[in-house]
């Protein structure tokens, strides 16, 4: 069996196509870090890097400008979907990148240039609790209750205060009023005793 043998028919989404070239790219994803001064380098791994996909495919036959309509309602649909590469086979995968030209010079063809990224699982963030926020949010609701708390005994105290004022000036007030008649009293007294005693 010849490598030819083991290449797949090829096409996107259900929609079949030639292949004059395929490519791909793989590798991981790495920041290269750089220091001033510095003969050396740090290469920092962060994981393995999309597969590329690059495809120049054509279509060819008498109704070829209806394959291309197919293949450009393809191109468009939303969505990753499936791929059959003549060398990996069955690929999910995304259409980044769509091109179509025609090829007069070979008669029926619609040349094809697209540009495949292989689709991976779908992450989402992950649903938890943020710990920080909770804390702040407890520290403001006690803050918020203990500024309560204290205005709250601040009032009571202001009011005490209030009426204690109120009632010391009622005192101070009695007071006055019962000195001010014992001094009367004592004036009248007096100036009684006074009319009794001779030269006065």
Request: aromatic share 8%; proline share 4%; net charge negative.
């Amino acid at each position: 069996m010849s490598w030819r043998d083991e290449l797949r028919p090829a096409s996107w989404r259900g929609v079949a196509f030639g292949v004059f070239t395929a490519e791909g790219r793989f590798g991981r994803r790495v920041v290269v870090h750089e220091y001033p001064y510095r003969d050396a380098v740090w290469v920092e791994d962060l994981g393995r890097g999309p597969r590329r996909l690059q495809v120049i495919g054509f279509l060819v036959g008498d109704d070829v400008i209806a394959q291309q309509e197919e293949m450009i309602e393809a191109a468009e649909q939303e969505g990753p979907g499936d791929l059959v590469h003549p060398q990996h086979g069955l690929v999910r995968a995304s259409l980044v990148e769509f091109g179509s030209a025609v090829r007069h010079d070979l008669g029926r063809v619609v040349e094809l240039h697209m540009l495949f990224i292989q689709d991976s699982q779908r992450l989402f963030p992950a649903a938890g609790l943020a710990t920080g926020d909770l804390l702040r949010q407890a520290a403001d609701s006690a803050a918020t209750a203990s500024g309560a708390s204290f205005l709250a005994s601040l009032e009571g105290t202001v009011r005490g205060g209030l009426e204690a004022t109120r009632q010391a000036q009622a005192t101070v007030r009695q007071w006055t009023s019962t000195a001010s008649r014992l001094v009367g009293s004592a004036g009248n007294i007096l100036n009684a005793v006074g009319g009794l005693v001779p030269g006065s």
